[in-house]
């Protein structure tokens, strides 16, 4: 198991709640590709990086259980990490959690394909790519 976790913060806004009063489903999916896409950046790993290379990331599947609700004015933080690596995908887990209370709102996991963005088939994820999401720095 990969153990290089990440922690995103948000606040949650009044356009983030639905007719119910509380955060929308679909909210907690953008913020989670938030939390992916700055985890990658911090690992040296942007939009450049990505292009230079002319590959991406692109989700196949989501998986998230909803536990508690999140509220307006909520400071919440979306810890995430990757989980494994295949020959051309990974699976990224996330937990949601209220600050104030600490309750896990939420948890979820991606199944991300790597993709040749010219040909638009799965790409093998290159070893340096692996390497940044791992906390030892050793070879899968």
């Known amino acids: 198991m990969l153990t ?6 948000i606040e949650v806004v009044s ?6 009063g509380h955060v929308n489903n679909l909210v907690y999916l953008k913020w989670m590709q938030d939390a992916a896409v700055a985890h990658s950046v911090e690992k040296g790993w ?3 990086q ?8 692109v989700v196949r599947s989501h998986q998230i259980e909803y536990r508690w609700p999140a509220f307006e004015k909520d400071s919440l933080e979306i810890v ?11 699976v990224r887990k ?7 209370d600490q309750k896990v709102l939420a ?7 790597f993709l040749d963005l010219d040909k ?6 290159p070893q340096e790519i692996i390497l940044a999401f791992q906390a030892d720095g050793a070879a899968i």
């Open 15 to 20: 356009d983030d709640i639905d007719l119910q």
């Open 107 to 113: 948890i979820a996991e991606t199944n991300w394909a």
């Open 50 to 57: 990505y292009e230079r290379l002319r590959c991406g990331w």
């Open 120 to 125: 638009r088939i799965p790409a093998k994820v």
């Open 80 to 90: 995430t990490w990757v989980e494994s690596f295949r020959r051309a995908s990974c």
């Open 94 to 100: 996330y937990e949601v959690h209220r600050l104030s």
């Open 4 to 9: 290089n976790v990440y922690h995103h913060k």
């Open 46 to 48: 942007g939009q450049e």
